[in-house]
């Protein structure tokens, strides 16, 4: 043991009483203070602030940033439409948007598509089929139950319109006369697709894979083609030497004849020809492609491509961040346009056609 344990100064006993009176008198005179508490909210911005600041300084940190600010579409976009980037008029719902940006709503319609040449409109509406100049006003009207995906064929001066009363497959003539069934086979709800010119070749999809290919006015049988899983989406080349079929697994092209010409598997959202050529666009939920090369990539979830007329600019709908991409074709900035539904009325995905 120590010689110093348990040794005690002179009064030291006394100097520690005095210490405790001296700070319980100056803890009995302090002023009480009401603590502020930070809004919850203010705490959880501040942990998510302080979150993406720790993890933007990794690797994986950056690219989780990079996905979040794609997923709400890209920065810097044009708050309102203006001139369009390549020539011609977009049809989406019940608006048309003009090449210099400017805006005219034909009315509260859906299901709509452009007359050859871009001269007319006809849209389904409930329990109608209505034709419509580009300016709004009705040609004629035809009452029809449960009409949907309505689309126009023909030449300047015949032209023809397919559509569907619930699920019979109907044609009528361009002036609302004429009107009668073309299949009485259960058709699924995919918009038919006419070949351009005076032939009246119509392409539409039967249930269980299948295809037709018909003369409507000589009623005769063009070809027909199987074993297709889930046919979504038919088009054809501006020339009318091919035919599109975008499928729940791949992509096939036919030629005139019902050969099939090319085949691709993949998950597609939508695929397109290129005008005056029989070059594909693909466009799976995030990926833009043309002839092998991708053109935009995202990890949003993208919805349609429409090519413009002149083929050099690519209209992608990204319906999450409300927005349309105009992506050119050989090379460029993507031009990205927000406040899509603000803008239109609630419409503009999908977009219904660009025409010249």
Not at 2 to 8: A, E, H, K, M, V
Not at 78 to 94: E, F, H, N, V, Y
Not at 266 to 281: E, I, T
């Amino acid at each position: 043991m120590s010689p110093l344990d348990g040794f005690r100064a002179p009064g030291e006993a006394a100097a520690q009483e005095r210490g405790r009176h001296v700070v319980a008198a100056a803890y009995a005179r302090r002023q009480p203070v009401q603590r502020r508490r930070a809004p919850i909210r203010l705490l959880l911005a501040l942990g998510t602030v302080a979150a993406l600041a720790a993890v933007a300084f990794t690797p994986p940190g950056h690219a989780v940033l990079t996905s979040v600010r794609k997923a709400i579409g890209i920065e810097h976009a044009q708050d309102a439409l203006s001139a369009l980037p390549a020539p011609g008029r977009i049809l989406a719902g019940g608006w048309i948007v003009n090449a210099d940006g400017s805006a005219r709503r034909l009315g509260a319609y859906a299901d709509s598509s452009w007359s050859p040449f871009g001269r007319f409109v006809v849209t389904a509406a409930g329990d109608r089929i209505v034709a419509l100049t580009d300016a709004g006003a009705v040609r004629w009207q035809l009452g029809r139950p449960v009409t949907s995906l309505p689309r126009w064929g023909g030449t300047r001066t015949d032209t023809r319109i397919a559509y569907f009363s619930g699920q019979q497959l109907r044609i009528v003539a361009g002036d609302g006369t004429g009107d009668r069934p073309v299949s009485m086979h259960l058709v699924p709800r995919i918009a038919p697709a006419w070949r351009p010119g005076s032939s009246f070749t119509l392409a539409y999809a039967e249930t269980h894979g299948r295809v037709r290919v018909l003369d409507v006015e000589r009623r005769r049988l063009v070809f027909a083609a199987g074993g297709l899983a889930a046919p979504r989406k038919l088009e054809w080349s501006s020339d009318g030497r091919r035919l599109l079929v975008v499928t729940r697994s791949g992509l096939v092209v036919f030629d005139e004849r019902g050969r099939r010409v090319a085949r691709r598997t993949g998950r597609f959202v939508d695929a397109a020809f290129l005008p005056a050529s029989d070059r594909v666009v693909t466009l799976t939920r995030h990926v833009l492609s043309l002839d092998g090369r991708t053109l935009f990539r995202t990890s949003g979830e993208l919805g349609q491509v429409v090519p413009s007329p002149n083929g050099r600019r690519l209209l992608v709908t990204w319906p999450e961040a409300d927005q349309w991409l105009f992506v050119p074709t050989q090379g460029g900035r993507v031009r990205a346009v927000g406040n899509i539904a603000a803008q239109l009325d609630g419409s503009g995905f999908p977009v219904d056609g660009w025409t010249s």
